[in-house]
């Protein structure tokens, strides 16, 4: 019955926003029959709109709730799938959510603790400081004077997601079966990523697990601060981190009045992003302003404060070769390489003709490269990349969206601070010395070290393996398979063993050779500790 009354809170309001005038519109692009499409014109019964389908699309979000609102923000980071203006306006959806009741979250905060809240904290504050859809936050102080801040799971929150997902993935079915721009737009697929994210972000032992991976990225670093998740306190509905104090990175006005340094901040935001994507594989990707303070005081003063961990990306050696490769062919105007790399990695079909995408690519690129470059939004280039290469079926791999997602953020952050921030000229430094690094002598260097490591392991069991090998080429299993290979075996036996006591022999001296190129490497260019 419930479920009965939520899709007919869902149709009163697809009728109040006309998002059935957009199904209409879609439909009738993709089906022959101009019958039906006729019959589908008549559902508009003279309604009009002055708001842009976007603006209607994000109003109608925002009515739903608070799982359709975070459905909407995870939609906003498909710039690959949909129409610019469309994201753009989800882009805007804030997940400002009323509150729950607080006696809810002391009762969840007990039942999780397993003790009442007056042995658990010294003073608690039962009026939230923030709420979103899926959590809201308390600050509270521990019996030994150090103040926290608790992060609580939205009760009952698990069995109105799966309801909610359930409808949305009906609705993605029907918008794949009946409008030909709905098939285009993956909808099943990306309900099935806002599925993933939603579960992980219902684990909060999960995102306290995120910080501190981050945390313990920064920690030599001034750049970013990361709150420690004080793990006696933490479960699966209910977080308890160290409090941080600083002011939202949005409040202009207030980061001028404690006199920190705007420009400074944004070329440290720029730092901070790419440090974590090509140095860590291991980025934070929910950067919008909500989530990112300054903070105002203590040694950390001036520096940035990251929040809530639910989203983060990771990169492969894979990715960020790629993405070396591919920023190395963009500085150079190779647009074949880049058609070249998108056709190797298997991202695009192994039947794309290359030159046909590498047109696509310069036509992109070579109107901004022709522009000043403190007009050149790199965010912007990769969301055209995106689109261009949609006709090419290019499968977009969702790391990369999750990166163009932030890169985004943090380039809109980076130029509200400083109009004049130059991303590309800001990060050019930090890229060229981690491509140095990654395909020069020290990338090779670094790499043979850790290759080395499992050298160490597999070379004391070479001569059991060879000595299996030989012995397998001696005497071959009997099988119905391998009866004219174990003939032909047989005839060069003794060939084939001195074939692999010699590769074994040779093996052996290229392992010494490069051990002594690499001390010998350690003892003449690099530098002595200090210097």
Known sequence: MRSIFRILTIVQVVLRFGLDQLAVDGARRGLDSRLLGVLLSLLRLGRRFDETRGARIRQALESLGPIFVKFGQVLSTRRDLLPEDIADELAMLQDQVPPFESHLAIATIERSLGKPLNELFESFEETPVASASIAQVHFARLHDGQDVAIKVLRPGMLSIIDKDLALLHLFAQLAERFSSDGRRLKPREVVAEFNNYLHDELDLVREAANATQLRRNFANSPLLQIPEMLWDYCKSDVIVMERVYGIPINRMQRLEEAEIDLKQLSREGVE????????????????????????????HKGHYIALDFGIVGTLSEFDKNYLAQNFLAFFRRDYRRVAELHVESGWAPANTRVDALEAAVRGV???????????????????????????????????????????????????????????????????????????????????????????????????????????????????????????????????????????????????????????????????????
Not at 281 to 289: E, L, N, S, T, V
């Open 365 to 531: 690129c070579e109107p901004f490269f022709d522009r000043p470059l403190k007009e050149i939004s790199l965010g912007q280039v990769l969301l055209r990349l995106f689109q261009a290469s949609r006709r090419f079926n290019v499968e977009i791999q969702p790391q990369l969206v999750l990166l163009q997602k932030t890169l985004l953020n943090i380039e809109g952050l980076g130029r509200q601070l400083d109009p004049d921030l130059d991303l590309w000229v800001t990060a050019k430094p930090f890229l060229e010395k981690w491509m140095k690094e990654q395909v020069g002598l020290q990338g090779l260097r670094q790499r043979t070290e850790r290759e080395a490591e499992r050298w160490s392991a597999m070379l004391p069991e070479l001569p059991r393996l060879t000595h299996i090998a030989l012995k397998r080429l001696a005497y071959p299993e009997p099988n119905t398979t391998a009866v004219k290979l174990g003939q032909l075996i047989e005839e060069n036996r003794r060939t084939r063993r001195w074939v692999v006591v010699l590769s074994f022999l040779v093996f052996l001296l290229l392992v010494n050779m490069l051990a002594l190129l690499i001390k010998l490497w350690g003892l003449f260019l690099l530098p002595p500790p200090g210097g």
């Open 272 to 299: 901070i992003f790419f440090t974590q994507v090509f140095r860590d594989g291991y980025f934070h990707a929910d950067m919008h302003p909500g989530n990112i303070l300054v903070s105002d005081r203590g040694p």
